[in-house]
């Protein structure tokens, strides 16, 4: 079993900072891979919008609208992938999810729970 957990949201002001961390996790003794991990955000209203990927091999997309602001990175030592927000703007609010691709035994694609992130402008 593969688990996926976010953390890191919260109420920023505009203009603020926020990093998110995805943290990846399967049952002891099993082994797996995790190829490339995306950053989804939905807000009210709103159909779920892709903001960033990063492939295994550590390459990075996003979404123009993040672009120069948003960061994507992994740490393959602590199965963990992060996202930096700066100049957070109102727009940017959304509940946060991280999906995560897998390989192996557990072969699939996984989401977690989501953490929600506020601009107050």
């Known amino acids: 079993q593969v688990q996926v957990v976010e953390s890191g949201g919260g109420l920023v002001q505009a203009g603020g900072s926020l990093r998110l961390s995805c943290g990846v996790s399967?049952?002891?003794?099993?082994?797996?891979?995790?190829?490339?991990v995306s950053w989804y955000r939905q807000a009210p209203g709103k159909q779920r919008e892709l903001v960033a990927t990063?492939?295994?091999?550590?390459?990075?997309i996003y979404a123009d609208s993040v672009k120069g602001r948003f960061t994507i990175s992994r740490d393959n030592a602590k199965n963990t992938v992060y996202l930096q927000m700066n100049s957070l703007k109102p727009d940017d609010t959304a509940v946060y999810y991280c999906?995560?691709?897998?390989?192996?035994?557990?072969?699939?694609?996984?989401w977690g729970q989501g953490t929600q992130v506020t601009v107050s402008s």
């Open positions: 999906r995560a691709n897998i390989g192996g035994a557990w072969g699939g694609l996984y």
């Open positions: 399967g049952t002891s003794g099993r082994i797996f891979s995790i190829n490339a």
């Open positions: 990063v492939t295994s091999g550590a390459a990075t």
